[in-house]
Nanobody, 123 residues
């Protein structure tokens, strides 16, 4: 499975961006998907995740109510809609795929990772 994240860019505080993560695998619908981010000098942190069917979603407290994760299994793509962006949301955002086992919140539970897309929020 290869993952390609896109949609990052520069946005002012309060603005919105939508990230996309396209998968090359034909079994995309079997994977749970997650978004993580890593700011300069900080560890990678969990942002959001979605189950293989899309019926369950998970969010970090810092993004609840502002970010929405979704997926389109017909297009082999997962999305992260980010609204009301804050300067502290600035980071490289990574999408990742998991088959199961472990917590959605931990990066160790994911087996495939995309290359990352940079989101910069100016104040």
């Amino acid at each position: 499975v290869q993952l390609q994240a896109s949609g990052g860019g520069l946005v002012q505080a309060g603005g919105s961006l939508r990230l996309s993560c396209a998968s090359s695998g034909r079994t995309f619908s079997g994977y749970g998907m997650g978004w993580f981010r890593q700011a300069p000098g900080k560890e990678r942190e969990f942002v959001a995740a979605i189950s293989w069917s899309g019926s369950n979603t998970y969010y970090a407290d810092s993004v609840k109510g502002r970010f929405t994760i979704s997926r389109d299994n017909a297009k082999n793509t997962v999305y992260l809609q980010m609204n009301s962006l804050k300067p502290e949301d600035t980071a490289v955002y990574y999408c990742a795929a998991r088959l199961g086992g472990g917590s959605y919140y931990y990066p160790e539970s994911y087996i495939y990772w995309g290359q990352g897309t940079l989101v910069t929020v100016s104040s």
